[in-house]
């Protein structure tokens, strides 16, 4: 333990007197829990809803081989009492979106510290932080990268004050269509996987989009299209159910996914005009490609011939039918998982075969696991710095020196000051912020007679504003409910449509959020067609100080996939990281800059004015840059 | 020097070093697994490296202390069933068992007893906690031997470290201009800008003339005034080591406090600036051995090594210093050139 008593009292005396609550148990959370121990916090509470993986061990210190399928939070608290016994940690293996850890819940804590990988978890913390008026410290690392801020409500900014940056995701017929990209092929991959094994999802359809816009006006298609519907085949049935029907016969997928729609897209000639098109693969006649790759690699690293494909879509196949078999009831649905083999095998191989057929670059499955999986390098010493800059921005909470907390960034080489850690002043709220200005408000764009309650409560709420147990009203006087939080009361308004409750353009929405003690007031406007053929954009008011990294980002539309944050019962399971539907922040009518209105101007805590847009862009760009 | 031998990565490797492969490349993991660390001095600063150097996945990692482990201590790797035992014994079992894969040798000798051939047996030795005269020592050894050495410390809030790479060639990815849009592609292209590697040499200089060179004059003003005072205190903690032969304990607090205001205007005298003051407040923060303080410079340095192992990405040359208590910043400069 390290000898604390080398600062003056009260420094000690709030650690001692402190309480912690630290969230996630992973790359950070390992290293921050090491060293509060040792910088003699005695009270902690650790709460992560994942299991251990053995790609964790490389960092994650507190975990050993043996652990591997077992709760962080629980294996992390064992090897952290190691360090100092008589320290009480609470672990909790749970999610902390659940209802349990409401406002009351997080007001018992002196400071929060999110150890965390995703924004929906982030931006649900930061809500409940601000509920309760606690501390909270925030960081992330990405490699070689990391950033650690602090947020205090009325004192910050708080962590929705900022646009992020968009998941990035692709037009439908991009991915069913046109590929040109791996990654194209690869996201068209673990949506067949959803639709042959997993929860089928409308947005993520395989087959040939003949609503491509793209193909319109053609004769040819036209008349194969009608001819396709007339003859009421595979249109009418789901990917499902045509594949039970042959017990998932591996050739009859094959022919179908790499033989017939691709003959089928051939015919919509339009397409091809300008795009090298696909050729279709025969079963009967697979390409063997000797390969001339580099030796030395890791075995995953090497790219399989289209044969070698072949091969681990059959194998893969008939070990993902088998379990799916074996499941029943409501959970009759595979969920794909980047750590699990079969599901890893079946993507390479079939976004391999589709590149293969579109003459576009094959990957190897090491490089398919990152992008499918979304992976995000990872190392110790990273991990290790930013939890130590974590406790030193606790210390100066706990001292109650709020004016010398900064956000601070660490830098894979010496910035301008010749920095590899370096400070910056907290900005202080946004007063439009969706989140934490006094009337929070945002405006959503979509299509009243399409979009169902559902959709905008799972998509819109849920997805992209991070909702997790809405009340909406409709504000027409008459104080309609659209959405109830309490389970049955609006289960018939689920399937209808936004319009059915005469909600129109200029419709205000009273969306409250009881468990985050969040209201924010949704303004509609109906729009028949958004870019993109995205279902929804949302825009809040216009940002005075837009980061550069801020990027127009989309609604749904097939993306990389989804993600509910759960507790991990089963230890295959886990959070995909970083996917989130976000929102779009766009400027209103003024599109400049640098024009400024004196009344928002923001102020740095320390009290210097900040130059507005352009100072904050230089101070980002002195600096690398993660989203967090 | 790395070892010249042909090393592959077994498929065990493969998956536990995953993410860091996906990040630094196969290349710089076979560097890494052959390379034989010294690291000399277990106290907070030491068990920070020595897991950051044990889950990377070196070759082997020989831990060099006579100390004594004491209760209390910023050595997390220290059970409290092994206070009393020498520090490297006592934390040998959990340094092991961050990644059975590499070799953990332990040598309880007292470091000045060591020779020319000792040190010669390794790539890369990291010293901590030691007199800066027995650091020059072992450096002029080093370089004799073409072994890069770096010598860190950390006091309470901060800390600092020196590196020594002697002429050091490393290889870094640049980008170059994306591709052009493929034609009738509606969609917003993901254009992966494409890199290209470009190979440096870095020369750096021993840590005599480090430690004895004068920055002020050196460096431009801008520079100094930013590490005045990390420089200053650096060297003042450096020679009240040697003077007293302990680091400040609390139990002297203020008499080592007023030790150390002592030292450091002497050096400022040596320097001719005299006028120039130096915040002593920053001399209460020097006591004992803060974990973040550890964690942080520890981080920096392990990641150094890393990065002087696998010859990818420029290293830090020559000093790095930190300090959470007064600009929480870790600031890099070139002292002595």
Redesign the interface.
């Given at each position: 333990m390290a000898d604390v008593n080398v600062a003056p009292s009260l420094l000690d005396d709030s650690i001692r007197k402190s309480k912690i609550l630290v969230v996630g148990a992973g790359g950070i959370g390992c290293e921050l829990l090491k060293n509060l121990v040792l910088s003699g916090f005695n009270d902690i509470l650790v709460i992560d809803l994942d299991t251990i993986d053995v790609s964790n061990l490389n960092r994650q210190f507190l975990f050993q081989k043996e652990h591997v399928g077992k709760s962080k939070a629980v294996i992390a608290r064992e090897s952290a009492l190691g360090f100092n016994p008589n320290v009480t940690i609470v672990a909790k293996h749970d999610s902390v979106m659940n209802s349990e850890y409401n406002v009351t819940f997080f007001k018992q804590f002196t400071v929060v510290m999110n150890a965390l990988d995703n924004r929906a978890a982030r931006s649900h913390v930061n809500r409940m932080c601000l509920a309760a008026n606690v501390p909270l410290i925030e960081s992330g690392t990405a490699g070689y990268l990391g950033q650690v801020t602090a947020i205090r409500k009325g004192l910050s900014e708080c962590y929705d004050c900022n646009p992020k940056a968009g998941q990035k995701s692709f037009p439908g017929c991009t991915i069913r269509n046109t590929p040109s990209e791996p990654i194209h092929c690869i996201v068209w991959a673990k949506h067949l996987f959803n639709q042959l094994f997993g929860e089928a999802d409308p947005d993520e359809d395989v087959s040939p989009d003949t609503a491509d816009p793209e193909a319109a006006g053609d004769a040819g298609s036209v008349a194969l299209q009608n001819q396709a519907s007339e003859a009421g085949n595979v249109t009418r049935v789901s990917t499902r159910a045509w594949a039970q029907q042959s017990e998932y016969d591996p050739s009859k997928l094959f022919g179908k996914f790499f033989c017939d729609d691709i003959k089928y897209l051939l015919s919509m000639d339009k397409l091809w005009t300008k795009r090298t098109p696909p050729t279709p693969l025969s079963w009967d006649n697979i390409p063997e490609e000797i390969s001339d790759q580099q030796g030395g690699l890791i075995k995953d690293q090497k790219v399989w011939s289209p044969a070698e494909c072949v091969q681990a879509m059959v194998s893969s196949i008939k070990i993902l039918y088998q379990r799916s078999k074996e499941l029943n009831g409501e959970e009759s649905f595979l969920v794909w998982d980047k750590d699990d083999e079969a599901s890893m095998d079946f993507v390479t191989a079939c976004s391999n075969l589709r590149s293969h057929v579109f003459s576009i670059p094959k990957k190897s499955r090491f490089d398919v696991k990152a992008m499918a999986g979304n992976i995000i390098p990872a190392i110790a010493t990273t991990n290790a710095v930013i939890a130590g800059l974590i406790v030193f921005e606790a210390f100066k909470i706990l001292e109650g020196k709020w004016e010398e907390c900064r956000h601070v960034y660490l830098n894979s080489k010496p910035n301008a000051l010749n920095k590899v850690i370096a400070p910056s002043s907290l900005d202080s709220a946004n007063p439009k912020c969706y989140v934490c200005s006094p009337h929070p408000e945002v405006t959503v764009l979509l299509n009243v007679s399409q979009m169902t309650v559902q959709s905008f409560e799972d998509k819109v709420l849920r997805g992209a504003l991070h909702m997790i147990s809405p009340d909406v009203m409709v504000d027409d006087g008459k104080g309609t409910v659209l959405i109830s939080s309490e389970e049955g009361e609006t289960t018939e308004n689920m399937s209808k449509s936004l319009s059915d409750f005469n909600i129109s353009d200029g419709t205000r929405l009273r969306c409250e959020d009881f468990h985050q003690e969040y209201d924010l007031n949704i303004t509609i406007i109906d729009r028949e067609h958004l870019e993109e053929n995205r279902e929804f954009t949302v825009i809040a008011d216009p940002s005075q100080l837009q980061p550069k990294a801020a990027v127009e980002s989309s609604g749904p539309q097939p993306s990389t996939s989804s993600s509910k944050p759960a507790p991990s019962t089963r230890a295959t399971e886990s959070v995909e990281i970083d996917e989130d539907l976000d929102v779009i922040f766009q400027k209103g009518t003024a599109n400049d800059d640098h024009q400024q209105e004196p009344s928002i101007r923001k102020r740095s805590i320390s009290g210097q004015a900040d130059i507005g847009s352009a100072s904050k862009k230089l101070r980002l760009s002195e600096n690398d840059i993660i989203e967090l | 020097m790395v070892a010249k031998e042909e090393v592959?990565?077994s498929?065990a490797e493969?998956?536990?070093?995953?993410?860091?492969?996906?990040?630094?490349g196969?290349e710089a993991q076979k560097r890494l697994r052959a390379a034989r660390v010294l690291l000399i001095g277990l106290g907070?600063l030491g068990a920070?490296i020595a897991?950051?150097l044990t889950?990377?996945?070196i070759k082997s990692l020989t831990l060099l202390d006579h100390s004594i482990a004491v209760?209390?201590?910023?050595n997390?790797l220290i059970?409290?069933e092994n206070v009393g035992k020498n520090v490297v014994e006592a934390s040998l079992e959990?340094v092991q068992?961050?990644n059975?894969m590499v070799d953990i040798l332990t040598d309880t000798e007292n470091v000045t007893a060591k020779n020319e051939d000792f040190f010669s047996g390794f790539d890369v030795v990291c010293a901590t906690r030691l007199p800066v005269e027995e650091s020059i020592r072992i450096n002029a050894i080093c370089r004799k031997h073409s072994i890069p050495f770096y010598s860190g410390d950390v006091f309470?809030?901060g800390g600092f470290f020196f590196v020594d790479l002697l002429e050091h060639e490393y290889s870094e990815e640049v980008n170059v201009p994306a591709a052009t849009l493929?034609?009738?592609?509606?969609?917003?292209?993901?254009d992966p800008s494409e890199t290209k590697t470009v190979k440096h040499t870095l020369n750096y200089i021993p840590l005599q003339a480090a430690f004895e060179a004068d920055p002020s004059s050196q460096l431009n003003k801008r520079?100094w005034q930013?590490i005045k005072s990390h420089f200053i205190t650096m060297k003042s903690l450096l020679m009240f080591r040697s003077q007293m032969k302990r680091d400040p304990e609390?139990a002297n607090r203020q008499s080592d406090i007023a030790k150390l205001c002592e030292i450091r205007d002497h050096i400022l005298h040596e320097m001719k600036l005299d006028n120039q003051m130096v915040d002593s407040g920053i001399f209460?923060?020097v006591?004992?051995?803060?974990?973040?303080?550890?964690?942080?410079v520890?981080?920096?340095l392990?990641?150094e090594i890393?990065k002087a192992v696998s010859h990818k990405?420029?290293p830090?040359r020559n000093h790095?210093f930190?300090n959470?208590a007064t600009?929480?910043?870790?600031?890099?400069?070139a002292i002595g050139f």
């Amino acid at each position: 333990m390290a000898d604390v008593n080398v600062a003056p009292s009260l420094l000690d005396d709030s650690i001692r007197k402190s309480k912690i609550l630290v969230v996630g148990a992973g790359g950070i959370g390992c290293e921050l829990l090491k060293n509060l121990v040792l910088s003699g916090f005695n009270d902690i509470l650790v709460i992560d809803l994942d299991t251990i993986d053995v790609s964790n061990l490389n960092r994650q210190f507190l975990f050993q081989k043996e652990h591997v399928g077992k709760s962080k939070a629980v294996i992390a608290r064992e090897s952290a009492l190691g360090f100092n016994p008589n320290v009480t940690i609470v672990a909790k293996h749970d999610s902390v979106m659940n209802s349990e850890y409401n406002v009351t819940f997080f007001k018992q804590f002196t400071v929060v510290m999110n150890a965390l990988d995703n924004r929906a978890a982030r931006s649900h913390v930061n809500r409940m932080c601000l509920a309760a008026n606690v501390p909270l410290i925030e960081s992330g690392t990405a490699g070689y990268l990391g950033q650690v801020t602090a947020i205090r409500k009325g004192l910050s900014e708080c962590y929705d004050c900022n646009p992020k940056a968009g998941q990035k995701s692709f037009p439908g017929c991009t991915i069913r269509n046109t590929p040109s990209e791996p990654i194209h092929c690869i996201v068209w991959a673990k949506h067949l996987f959803n639709q042959l094994f997993g929860e089928a999802d409308p947005d993520e359809d395989v087959s040939p989009d003949t609503a491509d816009p793209e193909a319109a006006g053609d004769a040819g298609s036209v008349a194969l299209q009608n001819q396709a519907s007339e003859a009421g085949n595979v249109t009418r049935v789901s990917t499902r159910a045509w594949a039970q029907q042959s017990e998932y016969d591996p050739s009859k997928l094959f022919g179908k996914f790499f033989c017939d729609d691709i003959k089928y897209l051939l015919s919509m000639d339009k397409l091809w005009t300008k795009r090298t098109p696909p050729t279709p693969l025969s079963w009967d006649n697979i390409p063997e490609e000797i390969s001339d790759q580099q030796g030395g690699l890791i075995k995953d690293q090497k790219v399989w011939s289209p044969a070698e494909c072949v091969q681990a879509m059959v194998s893969s196949i008939k070990i993902l039918y088998q379990r799916s078999k074996e499941l029943n009831g409501e959970e009759s649905f595979l969920v794909w998982d980047k750590d699990d083999e079969a599901s890893m095998d079946f993507v390479t191989a079939c976004s391999n075969l589709r590149s293969h057929v579109f003459s576009i670059p094959k990957k190897s499955r090491f490089d398919v696991k990152a992008m499918a999986g979304n992976i995000i390098p990872a190392i110790a010493t990273t991990n290790a710095v930013i939890a130590g800059l974590i406790v030193f921005e606790a210390f100066k909470i706990l001292e109650g020196k709020w004016e010398e907390c900064r956000h601070v960034y660490l830098n894979s080489k010496p910035n301008a000051l010749n920095k590899v850690i370096a400070p910056s002043s907290l900005d202080s709220a946004n007063p439009k912020c969706y989140v934490c200005s006094p009337h929070p408000e945002v405006t959503v764009l979509l299509n009243v007679s399409q979009m169902t309650v559902q959709s905008f409560e799972d998509k819109v709420l849920r997805g992209a504003l991070h909702m997790i147990s809405p009340d909406v009203m409709v504000d027409d006087g008459k104080g309609t409910v659209l959405i109830s939080s309490e389970e049955g009361e609006t289960t018939e308004n689920m399937s209808k449509s936004l319009s059915d409750f005469n909600i129109s353009d200029g419709t205000r929405l009273r969306c409250e959020d009881f468990h985050q003690e969040y209201d924010l007031n949704i303004t509609i406007i109906d729009r028949e067609h958004l870019e993109e053929n995205r279902e929804f954009t949302v825009i809040a008011d216009p940002s005075q100080l837009q980061p550069k990294a801020a990027v127009e980002s989309s609604g749904p539309q097939p993306s990389t996939s989804s993600s509910k944050p759960a507790p991990s019962t089963r230890a295959t399971e886990s959070v995909e990281i970083d996917e989130d539907l976000d929102v779009i922040f766009q400027k209103g009518t003024a599109n400049d800059d640098h024009q400024q209105e004196p009344s928002i101007r923001k102020r740095s805590i320390s009290g210097q004015a900040d130059i507005g847009s352009a100072s904050k862009k230089l101070r980002l760009s002195e600096n690398d840059i993660i989203e967090l | 020097m790395v070892a010249k031998e042909e090393v592959t990565i077994s498929e065990a490797e493969a998956a536990l070093y995953d993410r860091q492969i996906r990040l630094w490349g196969l290349e710089a993991q076979k560097r890494l697994r052959a390379a034989r660390v010294l690291l000399i001095g277990l106290g907070g600063l030491g068990a920070e490296i020595a897991k950051n150097l044990t889950l990377s996945g070196i070759k082997s990692l020989t831990l060099l202390d006579h100390s004594i482990a004491v209760a209390n201590s910023a050595n997390f790797l220290i059970p409290l069933e092994n206070v009393g035992k020498n520090v490297v014994e006592a934390s040998l079992e959990r340094v092991q068992r961050l990644n059975p894969m590499v070799d953990i040798l332990t040598d309880t000798e007292n470091v000045t007893a060591k020779n020319e051939d000792f040190f010669s047996g390794f790539d890369v030795v990291c010293a901590t906690r030691l007199p800066v005269e027995e650091s020059i020592r072992i450096n002029a050894i080093c370089r004799k031997h073409s072994i890069p050495f770096y010598s860190g410390d950390v006091f309470g809030f901060g800390g600092f470290f020196f590196v020594d790479l002697l002429e050091h060639e490393y290889s870094e990815e640049v980008n170059v201009p994306a591709a052009t849009l493929k034609d009738g592609c509606t969609a917003k292209k993901n254009d992966p800008s494409e890199t290209k590697t470009v190979k440096h040499t870095l020369n750096y200089i021993p840590l005599q003339a480090a430690f004895e060179a004068d920055p002020s004059s050196q460096l431009n003003k801008r520079s100094w005034q930013r590490i005045k005072s990390h420089f200053i205190t650096m060297k003042s903690l450096l020679m009240f080591r040697s003077q007293m032969k302990r680091d400040p304990e609390a139990a002297n607090r203020q008499s080592d406090i007023a030790k150390l205001c002592e030292i450091r205007d002497h050096i400022l005298h040596e320097m001719k600036l005299d006028n120039q003051m130096v915040d002593s407040g920053i001399f209460e923060t020097v006591f004992g051995e803060l974990s973040p303080a550890a964690a942080v410079v520890g981080g920096v340095l392990a990641q150094e090594i890393i990065k002087a192992v696998s010859h990818k990405d420029a290293p830090i040359r020559n000093h790095f210093f930190f300090n959470g208590a007064t600009d929480f910043s870790g600031v890099v400069e070139a002292i002595g050139f």
